[in-house]
């Protein structure tokens, strides 16, 4: 076990990152070229840790696509033989469990398959597909590692049983791993991403978390799991080259509806009408609505604090975007701040507390009419995020002197079709 400020030839150990049943693995500094690496180091026993390692380095090597693990450096360094590999941020077990956008979830599934999909080109099963084996860097970019495990399939396989038992096939639990394989462990993945939910035997559809998977993803991609997660493997994909076409092909189908809504929304001459408004609009608000989105049905400028789309009147209309915010609330998708402990928006559940400290923000502009609690408030919330007091006093749209008939939060009469914060039809005498 190496110690921190340790030096291993031009590396210096800053900490150890993970522990396996193969290889421990640290965190250094490469002190020739100035940049943080990862460094995996096989246990002492060389007849077990050491082979499996070299595998490793030798399918790494045959695999160069964006979203596998590249391999810097492979050698013998003061008796340890020692790999050099890119360093991430976190690994994908760690993001499952905080908040993310239903949008960034979708673009990392891509990625996943992508990188799974490459490496059943080169005729690669990995044999330990796991969010734990994903890493993430910088700009949500998602990479596979760990072919510690992974088999070569040529004209016939034999393998023992390796993998993490929680995603293992029943047939790769025997002995026998496929390409079905490593499709049912996706599929294991990906479920437990999109539902917050790990499947478990015997399987049986639905599985829990179901009402959750409903409700963040379209039916198509649910489709793509269940076929993924068959006990059969003739019933699954017959390899991920195949679950991602279809993954992609969902997604296009999805752009182009996007698209043709768009179209379908006025002739050339009306939609010129409907940006003007639109960039007027924005001129007026924009700043202080902070109508950064886009609505998901019309595509009108709408911001995360609006319950329904001032233009055509949908739903949460920025659900699934990216915010500014840290994290997300899990029950509408709207950015929250990590010290808030509920929803200031839909009255979510309690969060899991993930600091102690208070963060200070210049968005906040008012305090939270409960004497007890006095919590700092940002315009438009409807909830208070420390105490969940439900805000009274109705917000005002500076430069505005309408408010909306039904809830008496203020409105901008002259664009809106709608009121963004109850679905009101805004009436023009």
Known sequence: MLRARQRVGKYRVLG???TGPLADVYRAQDTIQN????????????????????????????????????????????????????LGEESLADRIERRTSTASKLDLAGQGLAALAHAHEHR??????????????????????????????LRTLK?????????IAPEQAMGRPKF?????????????????????????????????????????????????IQLDPARRYRDAVQMQAD?????????????????????????????MQWREFKRQFGKQLDCRHQCRNCEGPVSESMQACPWCGFDNPTRGCDTRMP?????????????????????????????????????YTAKCANRRCRGPLMPFMRYCPHCRTKVRRPWKLRGSRHSCKACNW????????????????????
């Not at 796991?130 to 949500?140: D, M, R």
């Not at 296009?252 to 006025?266: E, F, I, T």
């Open 180 to 228: 079905q394989s490593d499709v049912f462990s996706m599929g294991l993945v990906l479920y437990r991403l999109f539902s917050g939910k790990l499947p478990e035997w015997p399987f049986e559809w639905p599985f829990s978390g179901h009402d959750k998977l409903q409700a963040r993803v379209r039916p198509e991609v649910i489709e793509i799991l269940r076929k993924a």
């Open 35 to 86: 940049i943080k690496v990862a460094l995996k180091i096989p246990k002492t026993d060389p007849y077990t840790g050491e082979k499996e390692i070299l595998h490793e380095v030798r399918v790494a090597t045959k695999l160069r696509h964006p979203n596998i693990l590249s391999v810097l450096n492979a050698s013998y360094i003061d008796e340890h033989f020692v790999i050099a590999m890119e």
């Open 124 to 153: 690669i099963i990995h044999c330990d597909i796991k969010p734990e084996n994903f890493i993430l860097f910088p700009g949500n970019q998602l990479k596979l590692a760990d072919f510690g495990f992974a088999k070569r399939c």
């Open 159 to 167: 393998a023992s049983g390796s993998g993490t038992i929680d995603y």
């Open 16 to 18: 150890r990152i993970a």
């Open 327 to 363: 994290a997300h609330c899990p029950r509408c998708e709207r950015g929250v701040k990590n010290d808030w402990d509920y929803c200031a928006w839909c009255y979510g559940p309690g969060f899991v507390e993930e600091t102690t400290r208070r963060y200070p923000d210049k968005r």
């Open 410 to 429: 203020g409105i901008a009469h002259e664009f809106w079709n709608y009121c963004a914060w109850c679905r009101e039809p805004v009436r023009r005498e």
């Open 247 to 275: 993954f992609e092909r969902i997604d296009s189908h999805a752009r182009k509806q996007k698209r043709a809504r768009a179209k379908k929304n006025g002739t050339r001459r009306g939609s010129s009408w409907r940006q």
